[in-house]
């Protein structure tokens, strides 16, 4: 499976941005496909995943504002985030994996990230 994400940008804080994780291969359907992202100086840390049967899950800190969908048709992924802060500013990265989990270890296959920036 090979991963493409696009639509980072820079965005005021309290707007929004669309992300989204176009997929190669047939098999797109039967992975959980899951968002991190990695902010300057810190780890790569869990956003949100939605799995084969649409069942999807948030980190605490976009709860509410982060939403997490798929177009199986399109072999696509998107992370639709809303009320955008500063503290959200962090290259996303989507992965994939065969098990719905936010441990990015157990994730095969990731996207290049795309940078998305919030300004105060």
């Known amino acids: 499976v090979q991963l493409q994400a696009s639509g980072g940008g820079l965005v005021q804080a309290g707007g929004s941005l669309r992300l989204s994780c176009a997929a190669s291969?047939?098999?797109?359907?039967?992975?959980?496909m899951g968002w991190f992202r990695q902010a300057p100086g810190k780890e790569r840390e869990f956003v949100a995943y939605?799995?084969?049967?649409?069942?999807?899950y948030y980190a605490a800190s976009v709860k509410g504002r982060f939403t997490v969908s798929r177009d199986n048709a399109k072999n696509t992924v998107y992370l639709q985030m809303n009320s955008l802060k500063p503290e959200d500013t962090a290259v996303y990265y989507c992965?994939?994996?065969?098990?719905?989990?936010?441990?990015?270890?157990?994730?095969?296959?990731w996207g290049q990230g795309t940078l998305v920036t919030v300004s105060s």
């Open positions: 291969g047939r098999t797109f359907s039967s992975y959980t």
């Open positions: 939605i799995t084969s049967t649409s069942t999807t």
């Open positions: 992965a994939a994996s065969k098990v719905g989990t936010a441990s990015l270890k157990l994730y095969d296959y």
